[in-house]
């Protein structure tokens, strides 16, 4: 799907969020010692709920990335992998595989439990892609879990008449749906391909918490910077309707949003609870091999 969308017509925001802070992220390895940078983590719980995590990893060394993401346990989210380079091979206890590729999406509900594996299927070459967690309300988080690999083709694109690529991953823009919708949580998820000299206008809800990551180039949000490799969350302001982004350099960004669920955060590595009993209980299910019963 490549639709042209006259941007003057559907560009909603009369007034755009600004941006509140920017974050930097800090080097660090998950898994088998794969080299990631972790842009949001349990510091911004409670800020950008419902996300809980997000990461971005790239390299062009398989020493970075060759070892994967062996057999590892999950309960009471959502993980979304997004492969702008590379490819990944997913296979979980609940049975489901896929092979994640360039453009393509990994959305995975752990709910009452998965184990699962994400292995690199190349040995030189460039991988490249992010990571984000997103929290189930307390009654989803014991739901079955689910699986579903989106190839590249799959995701709705538009272009609008300043040129601006916009890869709808989850969620509604400019009247274009996006691949996944999720009704308790609402996330928006867009890759924005922005030439030189464009701007693109998102409305969002004012109860949404947002965040934009840009990770080509650098981006204008009322006037403030944001540079590649930097996480600008946006201010929750009464009258700001949405977000306009200009770039003046050809340039690259995610725009995140979601409607916070307003529940108690209780995270121990893999698991994301509600209360420090249902950790314990997680914990306990997974040494006991009863966390896929």
């Known amino acids: 799907m490549n639709k042209l969308i006259n941007l003057v017509e559907l560009d909603e925001v009369s007034r755009s969020r600004e941006v ?19 842009v ?7 800020r950008l709920d419902p996300f809980l995590m997000f990461d971005a ?9 060759i070892a994967g993401f062996p057999d590892h346990p999950h309960r009471g989210f959502e993980t979304v992998t997004y492969l702008i380079a590379g490819r990944m091979r997913h296979r979980d206890s609940a049975g489901h595989e896929g092979l994640l590729q360039n453009g393509g999406v990994q959305w995975m509900t752990a709910g009452r439990g998965v184990i699962h594996s994400e292995m690199p299927e190349q040995e030189d070459g460039v991988m490249e892609g992010f990571q984000l967690w997103l929290n189930l309300p307390a009654r989803d988080k014991m739901t079955p879990p689910w699986y579903r690999d989106i190839q590249s083709q799959e995701i709705p694109e538009f272009v609008t008449d300043q040129g601006v690529k916009a890869r709808v991953i989850a969620g509604v823009s400019h009247e274009v749906q996006g691949a996944v919708q999720k009704p308790v949580t609402e996330p928006l998820y867009l890759d924005l391909h922005l030439p030189a000299g464009s701007r693109f206008g998102q409305p969002i809800n004012l109860a949404h918490n947002a965040f934009i990551f840009v990770y080509r180039g650098a981006v204008f949000i009322n006037g403030q910077t944001v540079n590649a490799q930097q996480m600008a969350i946006l201010a929750n302001e009464p009258n700001a309707d949405g977000v ?5 350099i050809e ?43």
């Open 57 to 65: 990893f790239g390299s062009d060394s398989p020493d970075d990335y």
């Open 244 to 248: 306009v982004i200009e770039a003046a």
């Open 20 to 38: 509140e802070q920017v974050i930097v992220g800090h080097p660090t390895s998950d898994g088998a010692g794969v080299k990631l940078t972790r």
């Open 251 to 293: 340039s690259r960004a995610l725009l995140i949003a979601g409607l916070p669920l307003q529940e108690p955060i209780v995270q121990q590595g893999p698991f994301v609870m509600n209360t420090q009993q249902e950790i314990a209980q997680a914990i306990n299910d997974y040494r006991s091999g009863r966390l896929v019963s």
């Open 40 to 46: 949001l983590g349990q510091s911004l719980h409670r």
